[in-house]
C-alpha cells in the first residue's frame, strides 16, 4: 500500500526514526512507541486527571522520544497537526456552540420539545423523546443537549407517569448517537479531516446509520433498561422548566415559534447534504450548479449561515436587543475553549503518530491480517474509549492511527472509516467518562443503575452502529 505523507516535515522526521532504528526491529518500536504514548495519555488522565490538552502534548513528546526522533523535529510535527486541525475544525466548533447557545436562551430548545411531545400519546411518548433529542442533537454538544433535555425528560415522566427510564434512556440515546456519529460534532469532525473524508458523505451516511440506531438503543432497549434498574423517583430538585419559563416571562422573552426553530437547526444539515447530492447527480467541477453547492454547502458556510439566521430566528424572534445578542454570542465560546485545544491537541499527537510511520505498521498489519479496516478502525478506538473514558480522544487518536488506511479508499469508505472510528469512541461509557457521573446524577442513580442503563445503553449504541456500518460497507 502506498502511502503519502501529510506534512513537508513528515519526510524528515520518518526518516529520523527510521536512521535510529534497525530496520528489523523499526516496526516493533514503532508500535511500543504508541503504546507508550497511549498508555502514558491514558495514566496522566485517569490516574493523575490531568488535563487532555497537557496528556496529549505529553504523549506527543514520550511517543517520540521512545521511537527515537529528534525533539526538534517533533515539534515541528506536533505544531503543524495542532495548527492544521484547529483551523479546520476549531471555527466550525465554536460556529456550532453559538447556535447552541442561541437555541438555549431563546426558549427555541423548549419550542421544540413541547410541541413534539404536545402531539405524543403515552405510548408515543419514548418515541417522540427520542426525535426531540435527536433534533436538538444536532447543533448542541452532547453535556449541554444533556443539561437541556434532562428536565424535560423529568417533567414528561412525572405528567405522563411514566417510568423515567422509559422516556430517559431514548433521550439519551438520541444525544449520545448524534454526538458520536454526525457532523457538526467534535469527534466526528476531527475524524474527518484526519481521513480527508467528505462531510457531505459522511453526514449522509451517518444519519443513515443514526436513525435505526437510536430505535434500537433508545425506545426498545429502554424497556430493557426499565426491567434492569427498577423504578427509580423522580429527582425534583431537576425540575426546572416552569421556573425558567417563569423567568423568561419576567425578563421579556418570547419564545422563538417551531418551524422558525427546527428551519434553523437543519438549515446547514440540509445544505451539506445538498452538496453531497450534487456531487454525485451533477459531477461536474465546471458547472455553475457544482460550484455554487460547493460553496453554500461548505461547513463552514452552511454553519455560518445557520448563526446568521438564528440571530434572527431565535435571538430576536424572542425579543433579544442587539446587545443580548451578541452577549449570547459571546457567552457561548468560553465553554467550548477546552473543546477546542484537547482537538487541537489531539491533532498534533495524531500528525505525530502518522509522522514516525505507525500508520504504515498499522496499514501492512490490516493487509496481513486481512482485517476489514472498519473493524480495525472501530477496535483501535474502543481500546482508547475503554482506557481515557473521552469520546473526543478516542476519536482523534484512533483515526490517526487508522488514518494511512484511508488513503486508497473511495470517499465512501473513507466516510464509513470515519462512522466506525466513531462508533467505537461511545462503547462501554463507565466510571472515567465524565458522562457517566452527569447521567447518574441528573437520574438520582446508584452506580449499579448507571452500569445497568446508560453504560449499556452507550454499548448497545456502539455494538448495532459498526454492525450497520460493515453491512453498508459490503454494498456501498
Given amino acids: 500500500m502506498t502511502l503519502s505523507l501529510a506534512t513537508p516535515g513528515a519526510a524528515s522526521l520518518l526518516a529520523a526514526a ?14 511500543a512507541a504508541m503504546l507508550v504514548g497511549i498508555a502514558v495519555i491514558v495514566l496522566l488522565i485517569t490516574r493523575l486527571k ?7 502534548t505529553l504523549g506527543s513528546g514520550v511517543l517520540a522520544a521512545v521511537a527515537g ?46 410541541t413534539i411531545l404536545s402531539r405524543s400519546g403515552p405510548r408515543s411518548l419514548p418515541w417522540a423523546m427520542a426525535l426531540v433529542a435527536a433534533v436538538l442533537g444536532l ?68 444519519l443513515l446509520v443514526a436513525v435505526p440506531t437510536v430505535v434500537v438503543a433508545g425506545p426498545l432497549f429502554a424497556r430493557v433498561a426499565e426491567r434492569w434498574v427498577g423504578p427509580l423517583e423522580i429527582p425534583e430538585r431537576n425540575i426546572t422548566s416552569d421556573e425558567d419559563q417563569a423567568a423568561r416571562e419576567r425578563d421579556g422573552v418570547r419564545v422563538p415559534s417551531f ?39 461548505s461547513p463552514l458556510v452552511a454553519l455560518l449561515a445557520a448563526v446568521l439566521l438564528g440571530m434572527v430566528t431565535l ?8 446587545a443580548r445578542i451578541s452577549t449570547t454570542i459571546e457567552r457561548s465560546l468560553a465553554p467550548i475553549a477546552g473543546i477546542v485545544f484537547i482537538v487541537g491537541a489531539g491533532g498534533g499527537f495524531k500528525q505525530t503518530l502518522v509522522d514516525v510511520g ?35 480522544v478516542a476519536t482523534v487518536t484512533a483515526a490517526g492511527i487508522v488514518a494511512p488506511l484511508a488513503a486508497e479508499m473511495s470517499s465512501t469508505h473513507a466516510a ?61
Fill in 259 to 297: 418551524g422558525a426553530t427546527l428551519a434553523t437547526i437543519l438549515l446547514p444539515v440540509v445544505l451539506m447534504l445538498a452538496k453531497a447530492l450534487c456531487d454525485v447527480v451533477v459531477d461536474n467541477p465546471d458547472a455553475m450548479a457544482q460550484r455554487i453547492f460547493d460553496f453554500a454547502g
Fill in 69 to 114: 526522533v529528534p525533539f526538534d523535529k517533533l515539534t515541528a510535527s506536533f505544531t503543524t497537526g495542532l495548527g492544521t486541525t484547529v483551523a479546520g475544525v476549531g471555527v466550525l466548533i465554536a460556529l456550532g456552540a453559538m447556535l447552541g447557545k442561541l437555541l438555549a436562551d431563546s426558549g427555541g430548545a423548549d419550542r421544540i420539545a413541547d
Fill in 358 to 392: 505507525i500508520g504504515n505498521v498499522i496499514a501492512d498489519w490490516s493487509d496481513s491480517w486481512h482485517i476489514s479496516a472498519l473493524l480495525l478502525g472501530w477496535l483501535v478506538a474502543v481500546g482508547i474509549r475503554l482506557a481515557t473514558g473521552s469520546a473526543t
Fill in 315 to 322: 435571538g430576536r424572534a424572542a425579543g433579544f436587543t442587539k
Fill in 18 to 31: 527510521q536512521e535510529t532504528l534497525p530496520h528489523s526491529s523499526s516496526s516493533g518500536r514503532l508500535v
Fill in 139 to 206: 447543533p448542541l454538544f452532547f453535556e449541554v443537549g444533556v443539561v437541556l433535555l434532562i428536565p424535560i425528560v423529568l417533567l414528561v415522566a412525572r405528567r405522563g407517569n411514566l417510568p423515567l427510564m422509559r422516556v430517559g434512556i431514548p433521550a439519551l440515546a438520541g444525544l449520545s448517537v448524534l454526538h458520536g456519529l454526525v457532523p457538526p460534532h467534535p469527534g466526528p469532525l476531527v475524524a474527518i479531516d484526519a481521513l480527508h473524508a467528505d462531510l457531505g458523505t459522511t453526514l449522509a451516511l451517518g
Fill in 50 to 56: 490531568m488535563h487532555p490538552f497537557l496528556a496529549l
Fill in 416 to 476: 464509513l472509516l470515519v462512522l466506525a472510528v466513531g462508533a467505537g469512541s461511545l462503547f462501554l461509557s463507565h466510571v472515567n467518562d465524565a458522562g457517566f457521573w452527569l447521567v447518574k446524577e441528573y437520574f438520582g442513580m446508584s452506580v449499579g443503575q448507571t452500569f445497568k442503563s446508560w453504560s449499556a445503553m452507550e454499548t448497545v449504541i456502539s455494538v448495532v452502529a459498526i454492525v450497520l456500518i460493515l453491512l453498508l460497507g459490503l454494498v456501498v
